[in-house]
């Protein structure tokens, strides 16, 4: 823990808060040199808050995801920064008390929900498994529990009885859905939760995912890449770029008057049914490796100068957000 | 009908279940006429059958009934494979770009595949056609990418490879099959504008296959809405968009999030199940009546567009039903 920075923000300590990330930074390790994936990274979320993660591959948003349950790959670690989650302070715990918050205080919807159900396993077995690891309760105890859960998104009891194969993809997500949602955790993490999936089963599982946040008084953090699903279950936003929040704040604010001028382009870019003027973005995204100095979108932003090539910029806060570029510091063009 | 560059009639693909007798019409009596330089849209959900659609067009698979007819002239049945002189005309962008590039070939070899197989074997033949299909899809400097594998270049740029594949011999008529949906968000829209933009320049004849309804309505003329192998409704793009007819164009188009606008459910009666006689979109149909589940209804015009459900035409008259009709 030598090299370990913790975050000094604002001094006094907040008891109050549910989640809160603060200078978060991950790094991976590839063939021995160190990358850095996540960096000052920073938001907070009260209980009861439904917040969107947005950006694009290669911007942190499921590492992010990851790090809030302890998960990150082996060669993945939190290098700076803190996550506290009801008092708790993630990265300082044992595994064992991970163990302990995971799933049943914070579950996760990971991405790829086809893939996240094991194959020779029926539903009932995958279901009961979880409530067997983690609250010790036998077969008989659990079916009940798990029919109410199905019915909860959705599915009639006997689902219970298929195998992975023998769903539909709608299907499936709706039991990953019910796995994470079984131990009544205070946060979901949902990753991509419809990226698979048809526009009309997207639609029914999003509306499903509204009233169960409602329902059981879930705060939730939305993993997404598609801007336009995130006022349909959020009420605030991140949106992240190369590894790092780029702006952040109510989503009607963010959206009905973007400041970064990556959230701008982004929207710009967008295609929709009733996009007009769309206009797209120059260049690639950068990658792990290729993440450059200074602002991760300088060399794709139409505004930069030469101080964005120069020095990372430091978040601003503005009457209601959070903004992290050169055009709101003091040296501004 | 001459002046069609391509023209699919009544074209049927049945998939059989191994071990057992039963088999399912992935494609059902689909019908296509394009002009030169149209892009059509087909879209559709997955396992609605638009890409073995787009396969039987280019000969990927033999269709089991139908004809594909290219410039007035019959090209493809179920006994008659396309001719090796003519398949260089036919192109197809696929689903995948990082499944459709052999990894262990570099670009310059995926690009002159296309060409030595119709014959071209020169040296410098091939390097022209290869930079100026990298130069096309605006990989430059070409020398940058030719020595690279596909694991060495990112995915907006792996894609670029599969178009300029796709296009290195100049076809008449391209499918491209889910060209971006594998796309950040960032880059979807440079896609789009690449490919327009080669489309044009060619003037190639395209069937463009989607799921994304604002992609197609934002690239094609006019869209082709696909459920359960058969084509439900067909006509100007913006009138589907704006004014979709079909109970599952509906529903279609209301399950599309947009930042402006709330998601509402797409109303839906029940699971997709199937439907041996009748309209297949009969079980999840919100609209319908009992004459749906025992005839399949046929093409009814509405405007310039053909929808395929009872509630717009009673059958063996075309009087139209006035309201909904439930």
Same mark, same amino acid.
């Given at each position: 823990m030598l090299h370990y920075q913790l975050g000094h923000r604002q001094g006094g300590s907040d008891f109050m808060s549910f989640l809160s990330v603060e200078g978060l930074g991950i790094s991976y390790e590839i063939d021995g040199r160190e990358y850095s994936a996540v960096n000052d990274v920073n938001f907070e979320l009260k209980e009861g808050e439904s917040m969107?993660?947005?950006?694009?591959?290669?911007?942190?948003?499921?590492?992010i995801g990851l790090s809030l349950l302890g998960l990150l790959p082996p060669n993945g670690k939190v290098s700076s920064g803190l996550i506290r989650f009801q008092n708790r302070e993630i990265v300082l715990l044992k595994e064992k008390e991970v163990r302990e918050l995971r799933w049943k205080h914070i579950s996760m919807v990971f991405q790829g929900s086809m893939n996240a159900l094991d194959p020779i396993l029926t539903v009932r077995n995958q279901l009961s498994e979880v409530l067997k690891f983690h609250e010790n309760k036998g077969k008989s105890e659990a079916e009940p529990i798990i029919v109410e859960m199905l019915q909860k998104v959705g599915l009639k009891p006997s689902v219970m009885n298929l195998y992975p194969h023998e769903m539909s993809g709608g299907m499936k997500q709706r039991v990953v859905i019910a796995m994470a949602l079984l131990l009544k955790p205070e946060l979901l993490i949902a990753d991509e939760p419809t990226t698979a999936l048809d526009? &009309?089963?997207?639609?029914?599982?999003?509306?499903?995912?509204?009233?169960?946040?409602?329902?059981?008084?879930?705060?939730?953090?939305?993993?997404?890449?598609?801007?336009?699903?995130?006022?349909?279950?959020?009420?605030?936003?991140?949106?992240?770029?190369?590894?790092? &929040?780029?702006?952040?704040?109510?989503?009607?604010?963010?959206?009905?008057?973007?400041?970064?001028p990556y959230t701008s382009a982004l929207m710009n870019s967008i295609v929709s049914l009733d996009s007009k003027n769309t206009q797209a973005i120059p260049g690639n995204p950068p990658t792990l490796?290729?993440?450059?100095?200074?602002?991760?979108?300088n060399k794709r932003c139409a505004k930069a100068f030469n101080l964005c090539f120069e020095s990372f910029p430091r978040e601003y806060n503005t009457s209601n957000r959070t903004v992290r570029c050169h055009l709101f510091g003091d040296s501004k063009q | 009908m001459s002046e069609s560059v391509i023209e699919a009639r009544n074209?049927?693909?049945?998939?059989?279940?191994?071990?057992?007798? /039963?088999?399912?019409?992935?494609?059902?009596?689909?019908?296509?006429?394009?002009?030169?330089?149209?892009?059509?849209?087909?879209?559709?959900?997955?396992?609605?059958?638009?890409t073995t659609f787009g396969r039987v067009l280019v000969n990927l698979i033999p269709p089991n009934a139908g004809t594909v007819?290219?410039?007035?002239?019959?090209?493809?049945?179920?006994?008659?494979?396309?001719?090796?002189?003519?398949?260089?005309?036919?192109?197809?962008i696929f689903q995948d770009p990082y499944e459709s590039l052999n990894p262990v070939k570099r670009v310059y070899d995926i690009l002159a595949f296309p060409p030595r197989v119709h014959g071209i074997k020169e040296r410098k033949q091939l390097d022209e056609m290869v930079v100026s299909a990298l130069e096309e899809v605006k990989l430059t400097p070409a020398a940058d990418f030719v020595d690279k594998y596909p694991l060495q270049i990112s995915g907006g740029q792996r894609q670029r490879v599969a178009i300029a594949r796709s296009?290195?011999?100049?076809?008449?008529?391209?499918?491209?099959?889910?060209?971006?949906?594998?796309?950040?968000?960032?880059?979807?829209?440079?896609?789009?504008?690449?490919?327009?933009?080669?489309?044009?320049?060619?003037?190639? /004849? /395209?069937?463009?296959?989607?799921?994304?309804?604002?992609?197609?309505?934002?690239m094609c003329n006019r869209l082709l809405v696909m459920y359960k192998g058969a084509i439900v409704e067909t006509g100007p793009s913006a009138e589907i968009v704006n004014n979709p007819k079909h109970p599952y164009s509906k529903a279609l188009v209301a399950a599309i999030p947009t930042l402006g606008r709330k998601l509402s459910l797409p109303e839906l009666v029940g699971e997709s199940g199937e439907m041996n006689v009748g309209c297949k979109y009969y079980p999840r149909c919100p609209a319908r009546f009992d004459r749906c589940a025992k005839e399949m209804p046929r093409d009814f015009p509405v405007g310039e567009s053909l929808v395929k459900c009872f509630l717009y035409g009673s059958g063996s008259e075309d009087t139209k039903f006035e309201g909904t009709g439930s």
């Amino acid at each position: 823990m030598l090299h370990y920075q913790l975050g000094h923000r604002q001094g006094g300590s907040d008891f109050m808060s549910f989640l809160s990330v603060e200078g978060l930074g991950i790094s991976y390790e590839i063939d021995g040199r160190e990358y850095s994936a996540v960096n000052d990274v920073n938001f907070e979320l009260k209980e009861g808050e439904s917040m969107a993660l947005v950006g694009e591959s290669g911007s942190g948003k499921s590492t992010i995801g990851l790090s809030l349950l302890g998960l990150l790959p082996p060669n993945g670690k939190v290098s700076s920064g803190l996550i506290r989650f009801q008092n708790r302070e993630i990265v300082l715990l044992k595994e064992k008390e991970v163990r302990e918050l995971r799933w049943k205080h914070i579950s996760m919807v990971f991405q790829g929900s086809m893939n996240a159900l094991d194959p020779i396993l029926t539903v009932r077995n995958q279901l009961s498994e979880v409530l067997k690891f983690h609250e010790n309760k036998g077969k008989s105890e659990a079916e009940p529990i798990i029919v109410e859960m199905l019915q909860k998104v959705g599915l009639k009891p006997s689902v219970m009885n298929l195998y992975p194969h023998e769903m539909s993809g709608g299907m499936k997500q709706r039991v990953v859905i019910a796995m994470a949602l079984l131990l009544k955790p205070e946060l979901l993490i949902a990753d991509e939760p419809t990226t698979a999936l048809d526009v &009309t089963t997207q639609a029914e599982i999003i509306i499903q995912l509204q009233q169960l946040i409602k329902e059981e008084k879930m705060s939730v953090i939305f993993i997404t890449h598609d801007l336009s699903l995130v006022p349909q279950l959020c009420s605030k936003v991140v949106i992240l770029y190369g590894g790092t &929040t780029m702006e952040s704040g109510a989503v009607d604010d963010v959206f009905g008057n973007p400041l970064n001028p990556y959230t701008s382009a982004l929207m710009n870019s967008i295609v929709s049914l009733d996009s007009k003027n769309t206009q797209a973005i120059p260049g690639n995204p950068p990658t792990l490796q290729t993440v450059p100095r200074g602002c991760p979108f300088n060399k794709r932003c139409a505004k930069a100068f030469n101080l964005c090539f120069e020095s990372f910029p430091r978040e601003y806060n503005t009457s209601n957000r959070t903004v992290r570029c050169h055009l709101f510091g003091d040296s501004k063009q | 009908m001459s002046e069609s560059v391509i023209e699919a009639r009544n074209i049927v693909r049945t998939f059989s279940q191994r071990g057992s007798n /039963t088999s399912f019409n992935a494609v059902n009596n689909v019908s296509l006429q394009s002009k030169r330089g149209e892009i059509v849209g087909l879209v559709g959900e997955s396992g609605s059958g638009k890409t073995t659609f787009g396969r039987v067009l280019v000969n990927l698979i033999p269709p089991n009934a139908g004809t594909v007819y290219f410039h007035g002239e019959k090209i493809i049945d179920s006994k008659t494979n396309l001719k090796k002189n003519l398949r260089r005309s036919f192109s197809m962008i696929f689903q995948d770009p990082y499944e459709s590039l052999n990894p262990v070939k570099r670009v310059y070899d995926i690009l002159a595949f296309p060409p030595r197989v119709h014959g071209i074997k020169e040296r410098k033949q091939l390097d022209e056609m290869v930079v100026s299909a990298l130069e096309e899809v605006k990989l430059t400097p070409a020398a940058d990418f030719v020595d690279k594998y596909p694991l060495q270049i990112s995915g907006g740029q792996r894609q670029r490879v599969a178009i300029a594949r796709s296009i290195i011999l100049r076809p008449e008529f391209l499918v491209a099959d889910e060209a971006t949906s594998m796309l950040d968000a960032s880059l979807k829209l440079g896609m789009i504008n690449l490919l327009l933009e080669i489309i044009k320049k060619h003037e190639m /004849t /395209t069937l463009l296959i989607t799921h994304d309804l604002a992609v197609a309505a934002m690239m094609c003329n006019r869209l082709l809405v696909m459920y359960k192998g058969a084509i439900v409704e067909t006509g100007p793009s913006a009138e589907i968009v704006n004014n979709p007819k079909h109970p599952y164009s509906k529903a279609l188009v209301a399950a599309i999030p947009t930042l402006g606008r709330k998601l509402s459910l797409p109303e839906l009666v029940g699971e997709s199940g199937e439907m041996n006689v009748g309209c297949k979109y009969y079980p999840r149909c919100p609209a319908r009546f009992d004459r749906c589940a025992k005839e399949m209804p046929r093409d009814f015009p509405v405007g310039e567009s053909l929808v395929k459900c009872f509630l717009y035409g009673s059958g063996s008259e075309d009087t139209k039903f006035e309201g909904t009709g439930s």
